[in-house]
């Protein structure tokens, strides 16, 4: 396999933002505990897996430098639409709010450790953006792998 591309429906969702605290076990020690902040990140990175999986169609992780190549594809809100459905000309080109091209990154990456690549340091580059989706699609993350030493 040379390369995997797939799309995951649904609104990409960020990883990255962590909350740590302090209990105490039975024993009377004390350990931190690490959870995840953002409240969408484990379901959006379990969808990503599905799609992964199904996308690899049973081939094993890819080994060596990968590209990865990602559109975030992200909805607009309501108020960039008139009430007839258009947008609006004073709505914005570019999506350059929350969540940042990096959080939403490190979920997706974090997400197909395991299933398109042992680990994400294996990605040394490739192109990511995010946008807002055009009137003809929906949200969702465009993803395309691919293993560098096959094409050296």
């Known amino acids: 396999m040379t390369s995997v591309s797939f799309l995951v429906p ?29 409240k969408r990140n484990a379901p959006w990175r379990s969808l990503v897996s599905v799609v992964a999986r199904q996308a690899m169609k049973g081939q094993p992780p890819f080994r060596g430098p990968i590209a990865l190549e990602v559109e975030f594809r992200m909805p607009r809100a309501k108020s960039h639409y008139r009430t007839n459905g258009a947008l609006r000309d004073s709505a914005p080109r570019d999506h350059t709010k929350k969540p940042d091209r990096t959080k939403l990154l ?29 009137y003809d699609e929906a949200p969702g993350a465009a993803v395309t792998v691919v293993p560098l030493e096959e094409m050296r």
Do not use: C, M
């Not at 960020?14 to 740590?20: F, I, L, Q, V």
């Not at 997706?108 to 055009?134: F, M, N």
């Open 10 to 38: 649904g609104v990409p969702a960020p990883g990255g933002s962590k909350r740590a605290f302090v209990v105490q076990t039975r024993s009377g020690a004390f350990r931190a505990n690490v959870v995840e902040d953002a």
């Open 106 to 134: 490190r979920a997706l990456e974090d997400a197909l450790s395991g299933i398109v690549w042992h680990d994400d340091t294996q990605v040394i580059g490739g192109p990511v953006v995010k946008r807002y989706v055009r």
